[in-house]
């Protein structure tokens, strides 16, 4: 069966410090992989999505970024984190079981606060 | 992607079922009408889709108008752990590779004991 990881599960972190939140998924090949962000009360947000190694399209411009090293492992990261990047970052993947339907899966998420 | 309008919130008591609506208009041919719902603190989970013809499975029913205009998720008894936001989505285009959803704010259900 599939499984999708995500770590840390919480963080802290001072404004303007470094960012990477990682997420790996198993039992699956070639997966369609998403980061969302979840700001307190609100909707949720793709963030980026990717198709393939190395293959990411950005939906929002932000200063956060994404990358895909390998196959099931998709990471996000920031260089500078601002307080407004505070939020519950999800991690999902899919894969097309039918020509009619996407199924997503969503990873348990990391609850980043910025101070 | 269209776009769909649920009430922000609703009400239900324990063991009593529970319709919640969803508002498509704009919703065009190839649009199939998924659910999606987020239990506090989890990520979101899949419930149910469909794209003409009524569905059910395990977890809830989908009632979809005849124009296809609007669709209600129903749950048929409503439990505690059914507290959760319950999110509309209309997604087309699955010739194209992204498989992304657009969430909406969808609808807190509350479910009273």
């Known amino acids: 069966s599939q499984t999708i990881h995500q770590w840390p599960a919480t963080l802290v972190q001072p404004v303007g410090s470094p960012l990477s939140l990682e997420c790996t998924v198993e039992g699956t090949s070639n997966p369609n992989l998403y980061w969302y962000r979840q700001a307190a009360g609100r909707g949720l947000q793709l963030l980026f999505y990717s198709v393939g190694i190395g293959q990411i399209s950005s939906e929002v411009p932000q200063n956060l970024s994404a990358s895909r090293p390998q196959d099931r492992q998709f990471i996000l990261s920031s260089k500078k984190l601002l307080l407004s990047d505070s939020g519950f970052y999800l991690c999902?993947?899919?894969?097309?079981?039918?020509?009619?339907?996407?199924?997503?899966?969503f990873g348990p998420g990391t609850r980043l606060t910025v101070t | 992607d269209a776009k769909t309008t649920q009430p922000n919130s609703m009400e239900s008591n324990e063991e009593e079922p529970v319709h919640l609506p969803c508002n498509h208009s704009t919703i065009s041919g190839t649009d199939y009408i998924h659910w999606y719902r987020q239990l506090p603190s989890q990520g979101p989970e899949y419930v149910i889709h469909g794209l003409t013809s009524n569905v059910n499975n395990r977890m809830a029913s989908l009632a979809i108008a005849e124009d296809r205009k609007s669709s209600t998720l129903i749950l048929h008894r409503a439990t505690l752990r059914d507290a959760a936001v319950y999110y509309c989505?209309?997604?087309?285009?699955?010739?194209?590779?992204?498989?992304?959803?657009?969430f909406g704010k969808g609808t807190k259900l509350s479910v009273k004991p």
């Open positions: 999902a993947w899919s894969v097309l079981l039918r020509a009619d339907f996407y199924e997503q899966y």
């Open positions: 989505i209309l997604k087309g285009d699955y010739g194209g590779s992204q498989g992304n959803l657009i």
